[in-house]
């Protein structure tokens, strides 16, 4: 992972939620959000920090790119994204 940002629960939520996703069509917004529990808002806040912008003088690990398509936002792993998701322990919780 990367070395300036430490993946919480939630960003492992987003990071296995996108990797669900089929193909490479990404997840809008409303339904991330869904998923998850949390308003868009929240959501976005978080995947602001887990882009590659740099925040604080620290730069994000970029495992997420959010993308306009229309009037909806839509939230894509990358490359770093879906490697860091493939790695991860199995969920448990999932059903």
């Not at 490479?24 to 602001?48: D, I, N, W």
């Not at 839509?74 to 998701?85: E, F, I, K, Q, S």
């Amino acid at each position: 992972m990367s070395a300036g940002f430490d993946a919480d629960a939630f960003s492992i939520a987003i990071l296995r939620a996108l990797a669900e996703a089929p193909g490479e069509g990404g997840m809008s917004l409303p339904r991330l959000g869904k998923r998850l529990g949390q308003g868009a808002s929240v959501v976005m806040r978080q995947l602001t920090l887990m882009g590659d912008a740099t925040l604080g003088g620290v730069r994000g690990p970029g495992w997420v790119r959010v993308v306009q398509l229309d009037d909806r936002w839509v939230a894509h792993l990358t490359d770093a994204g879906r490697a860091v998701a493939e790695s991860l322990p199995a969920d448990d919780n999932a059903g």
